[in-house]
């Protein structure tokens, strides 16, 4: 197994590797509701939601800080986490979210709750899970040392990559798209042969799109 296949971050963006582009549609109400929920449970004062990116970063950080000093979290923060972590818009800051959902409540819950929001979400709702779902994916080196757990995850692994896979293709609404196809893998030898004829149509939908990033995206994929 690859070190990208087991989830590892990946390195620094050349300077030719697009970066995701911004959502379309502003979650930011919803995103700040979300944080100011966590906050009263972690009894930070934030003050009421401005709407501004300063509060939105001074409320992340007395989340931290409040997080850190719990050993353990209640019932009453998974869905807390999960929400922040699937309306925070930025990919690499919601992982604030979801690694302490990880540690608290376990890989298989987070996935299966990031599986749910994509099958049925809205589309805010499934593009962000498909942004958070990149930080429940294991690295190497915890792969080797946990081969049980994660070849446990493995059917939810494959029916994240089939859900994922059939809503690229039936869902126009571009942050999705955009979304899911970084960690949709597009080689045929990840999927069952009834599905191979889907992964066409993926990077059909993706090489002919009139958006830049779909077709910059896919033809790094289809590379590695």
Aim: hydrophobic share 40%; glycine share 4%; net charge neutral.
């Amino acid at each position: 197994m690859s070190a990208s296949e087991a989830g590892d971050p990946p390195p620094q963006p050349r300077q030719d590797y697009m970066a995701l582009p911004s959502p379309k549609t502003d979650v930011t109400a919803i995103f700040h509701a979300c944080l100011s929920d966590l906050a009263r449970m972690v009894q930070a004062d934030t003050g009421p939601a401005s709407g501004t990116h300063a509060w939105e970063q001074a409320a992340k950080t007395a989340i931290r800080i409040g997080l850190r000093t719990r050993d353990t979290l209640d019932e009453r923060f998974f869905d807390a986490l999960i929400n922040a972590g699937v309306y925070d818009p930025n990919p690499s800051a919601n992982a604030q979210f979801i690694r302490p959902a990880i540690a608290s409540f376990g890989r298989q819950r987070v996935q299966t709750a990031l599986l749910e929001f994509l099958r049925h979400g809205t589309n805010p709702e499934r593009a962000g899970a498909a942004r958070a779902w990149y930080w429940t994916r294991a690295s190497q080196k915890y792969v080797e040392n946990n081969r049980t757990e994660w070849d446990g995850l493995a059917n939810l692994r494959a029916e994240w990559r089939d859900a994922a896979l059939r809503e690229f293709i039936s869902n126009e609404d571009i942050d999705v798209r955009r979304c899911i196809l970084p960690g949709l893998p597009l080689s045929i030898e990840r999927y069952p042969a009834d599905l191979h004829a889907l992964v066409a149509e993926a990077i059909r939908i993706a090489r002919t799109h009139p958006d830049d990033y779909l077709r910059h995206r896919v033809e790094i994929q289809i590379k590695v």
